[in-house]
């Protein structure tokens, strides 16, 4: 439960995430931070990603560059999901062209036994880029923390890579069930010890990613996936700061998902925010959700359709959410040219 | 409007498809032909994928492998998405481990002006392997025709191959409407004449894939979608076939995907049955949607869900549904073992 006060937050990120009433309509954007912008791209040309996010001084770097550029109301700590599993000592690597590539996929019980818990010393560096960013950010400007969800997480590790179809996660968690609930649990230590990390280190609101979840039916979802993103999301409760859950194509799981214990329910474009909202009942904020497609469509698209994606925020208000923080249904595509999001924020700031 | 005697069809699939009682519940498999076939990988070493789709013999083999393993219900029409616009001369290929790849992606009002048109003459091979088949069938025996819907085939043309994101497509889409609603009339008369060949030879039903649809919101769908695939299933309506309409991760858009003229609305393994049967209203049978991935989780996990799924097209019936025919909620995977497709037909067919 979120305090009180966050209601009255000079950010307006926390104010709209608590049922406040923020100075502004917040908005930012799912990888903000990223390829779309050219100082990124140089920053990043030498260096290899997972070496990125374990510098702390270039997480800073890279975590204001957009909120420097966009005048976007929040920034989201620089990472990847795979950043827990690396400092806890599994071998992968993001590869570029392909995101992460685990050396040895878990399979076995063996596996599982063997995956190695997070010590927060591993990711001192992340500890720290927190603070050199929060000495950056203005008092109006949130920091948003990171993780990936325990699903999300299982399925890197178990198909070894990025998939279209998940077929060897589900087959163990079809199969197997005990093994999947015993990877699972340790997979929610290691992204409660990342969040906590980032937590002591003051960020003011987290995301919990859980990319992949939409693949899964409400009843596998809520049988094998919820009591983990639940259990994530509850030993974070006492930081009090609003929790962010999102997931791609899960119109059919955003209650389930909203109600593993999330303060803010992110959208993607596929379900308009209304009907988000009445799916997930009072109480929770709405996070999204134009298409990040929409952004190669040309100013007059995307004016009549940030417009509408502001509506339906305000409706979604009306249908009992506590408030609408604006952003995509998805990440910001590499190809999006950087001048366009920075006069979507202006207009978005604008209405 | 399917004919009144398709109810008493022998065939189980056209009944259950009609509103008929089918003499067993019919069960067949989206790409059953197939990878997962170890007589498929065999005849299948030394030739090229659209080679194989032009080739009547080879197209009548690869149909009825899975008919004479399984005893399925059905045969469908081996053949690829991009068949008819390789037939109507688009420079195209198949690429084992990518999919389609276009050699000149179709991006300006030139590209789509020269687009083909697709003359039957050029799918020659394609009715006289309907022929072929039809003379290996039983009685019992539906041989279902095979098209991708235009959106999905402008899909691939637009991005050159497969995709995650439908960048390019969408940007059409949204940033020249004029434009796209060219290229998709285009589209949907080489899928009209598609069909009408497959139709005109005698296949007992149709099943228009619109694969990526699901990738697309209910507004955008309506706008820029329904329109052409209405167009595609009334073009068709004379020949008085069950008309089956598939797309993957559509859970927003049964309804309108049903609505469009569809007979049959396929339903992946993301929403029961039951729930579709309500959501696209009464009148239609549903067809699906055993996740894929259960195939692999052991005889005990499939069978409980292959109950769980009959029972769900049994209240699906309750809720207005005409019929169920049993099938994935996607496409066979390749690691599939085949002995496990058959057991499941036998299961489907015991209950």
Same sequence: chains 1, 2.
């Avoid at 040895?104 to 995956?115: E, F, G, K, Q, S």
């Avoid at 994606?309 to 595509?333: M, T, W």
Wanted: aromatic fraction near 6%.
């Amino acid at each position: 439960m979120v305090v009180a006060e966050a209601k009255t937050s000079s950010k307006p990120l926390i104010a709209a995430a608590t049922g406040g009433t923020p100075s502004r309509r917040p908005v930012w954007f799912m990888r903000q931070a990223g390829r779309s912008l050219p100082e990124y791209r140089a920053i990043r040309a030498d260096r290899g990603m997972l070496e990125s996010c374990f510098d702390a001084a270039l997480v800073c770097e890279i975590t204001m560059q957009p909120v420097r550029r966009h005048d976007v109301d929040a920034a989201i700590l620089f990472s990847d999901i795979v950043v827990p599993l690396k400092a806890a000592g599994v071998d992968l690597d993001i590869v570029a062209g392909t995101g992460p590539v685990v050396a040895r996929p878990i399979r076995t019980a063996d596996d599982v036994a063997a995956l190695p818990r997070l010590d927060a010393a591993a990711v001192g560096s992340v500890s720290q880029a927190v603070g050199l960013i929060l000495g950056e950010l203005t008092d109006a400007q949130a920091l948003i923390g990171f993780a990936g969800a325990p699903f999300t997480l299982a399925s890197y590790l178990i198909e070894g890579g990025p998939s279209r179809t998940y077929e060897n996660t589900k087959a163990m968690m079809y199969a197997r069930p005990e093994l999947w609930h015993q990877l699972m649990a340790q997979l929610a230590d290691i992204t409660v010890e990342f969040l906590r990390v980032q937590l002591d280190a003051g960020v003011h609101a987290v995301q919990l990613f859980d990319s992949w979840a939409g693949t899964l039916s409400v009843a596998d979802y809520q049988t094998y996936v919820a009591p983990h993103s639940a259990r994530v999301l509850a030993e974070i409760a006492e930081y009090k700061v609003p929790r962010i859950h999102f997931g791609v194509g899960t119109g059919e799981l955003l209650a389930p998902m909203a109600h593993v214990g999330a303060d803010v329910i992110g959208v993607d474009w596929r379900v308009p925010l209304d009907e988000a909202a009445r799916r997930v009942g009072p109480g929770k904020a709405v996070q999204g959700n134009l298409d990040p497609t929409l952004l190669f469509a040309g100013p007059e698209v995307i004016e009549s359709q940030v417009r509408r994606i502001v509506r339906d925020g305000e409706k979604a208000i009306d249908a009992g959410a506590v408030g609408h923080i604006f952003n995509l249904g998805h990440g910001v595509l590499p190809a999006t040219d950087p001048d366009v999001l920075t006069r979507t924020v202006e207009l978005v700031h604008r209405l």
